[in-house]
């Protein structure tokens, strides 16, 4: 298990490096000396790329998924506590709470693996009122790069395939064609 845990955690910085990241309003959490961080369970596997500082512990399910998770997090120097709403939740919780007020910053996933997906439970806001952290919501959007862009790319956007000529054509960004009134104009990139 723990070899499996190794590689996803090598793996994840693999991801993390191929990425171009842009943090906006990145000061919401760098500049909160302790918080209740939160996202939601779809956007679990960039979490740890995010800007968060210091200590944090996160609460994670003890089922078999949970473990290598919890594993994974080690290799990022995260605690966890185990218990989800079905399963030890309620000791979990607890232990959470002490952990914030021993200083470390916690991590709710508030909608669940169970969901329904992105819907707040009642356990963060919970947390929240015992613990008076404020809670900074982090997400994470991707956008496709376009292929055509000066210098990046390796595909051809044509209107339709019916106007093109070629495989060659398709794959090469330098020259575009246009079709304009039935006749073939291209142009460099």
């Known amino acids: 298990m723990r070899f499996i845990a190794f590689v996803a955690s090598i ?20 500049e909160t000396p302790q918080s209740i961080i939160a996202f939601w369970h779809c956007h679990l596997l960039l979490m740890l790329h995010s800007k968060w500082h210091g200590e944090a512990t996160v609460m994670i399910s003890q089922s078999k998924d949970g473990e290598y998770i919890t594993r994974v997090f080690k290799w990022y120097g995260v605690e966890a506590v185990r218990g989800s709403s079905t399963r030890g939740g309620a000791k979990a919780f607890r232990e959470l709470i002490r952990e914030a007020r021993a200083g470390k910053n916690i991590v709710f996933t508030p909608d669940g693996p169970k969901g329904p997906a992105r819907v707040v439970k009642e356990g963060m806001i919970a947390a929240a009122m015992a613990t008076a952290l404020p809670i900074v919501p982090i997400a994470f959007a991707a956008k496709k790069k376009s292929c055509c862009g000066r210098g990046i790319g390796w595909s051809f956007r044509c209107r339709s395939r019916a106007h093109s000529f070629s495989t060659a054509n398709r794959s090469s960004c330098r020259v575009r064609a246009t079709w304009k009134n039935g006749a073939r104009a291209s142009r460099s990139a």
Do not use: K, Q, Y
């Open 11 to 30: 793996f994840m910085r693999a991801l993390h490096a191929s990425l171009r990241l842009r943090h906006v309003h990145a000061e919401n959490i760098t």
